[in-house]
């Protein structure tokens, strides 16, 4: 059995109690798809200052199909969001500004798939996107 940080666990924790389709992995499947986006710096946090409250992990790819596949990241012009789970109201928009200083300025394009509608992957403007997702 793997051992990973202690910041590892907490993120799978948070995403564990928020995502029905992560509840179904093992522990250690889990923890090893965290840490992958650790390991490649594509992931976003945010901390009230005692615990975490929200995670966004992302992967950059080409084409709509390469979001199907876990651990796939090409660098390409697509920000596929991976998974956002959050736990305080202002932590996605701050994990997004984050996220658009950082890696936004170099997409194109954000997707993301919605799990509830069959898998559907909805692919918008990055500008489209930012509009979307600040205005709440």
């Known amino acids: 059995m793997r051992t990973f940080p202690k910041a ?9 109690e928020n995502l029905a389709f992560c509840s179904e992995w093992s522990r250690e499947r889990l923890m ?26 992302v992967r ?9 596949e ?18 305080h109201p202002d932590a996605m928009r701050l994990m997004y500004r984050m996220l658009w ?9 954000m997707a993301w798939v919605r799990h509830k509608y069959g898998e559907r992957v909805t692919i918008v403007d990055m ?3 930012k509009r979307r997702l600040m205005r709440n």
């Not at 590892?8 to 564990?16: F, Q």
């Not at 950059?60 to 199907?68: L, N, P, Q, T």
């Not at 200083?101 to 394009?109: D, E, I, R, S, T």
């Open 127 to 129: 500008d489209a996107a």
């Open 8 to 16: 590892t666990m907490e993120m799978a924790e948070l995403v564990r």
């Open 70 to 87: 876990y651990y796939k990241d090409t660098e390409g012009p697509i920000c596929y969001v991976e998974m956002t789970v959050c736990d």
């Open 32 to 57: 090893e798809w965290i840490q992958w986006f650790i390991n490649n710096d594509r992931y976003y946090a945010v901390s009230d200052g005692k615990s975490l409250v929200g995670l966004t992990l």
């Open 101 to 109: 200083k950082h890696l936004g300025k170099n997409a194109k394009k």
């Open 60 to 68: 950059f790819v080409d084409r709509e199909e390469d979001c199907h």
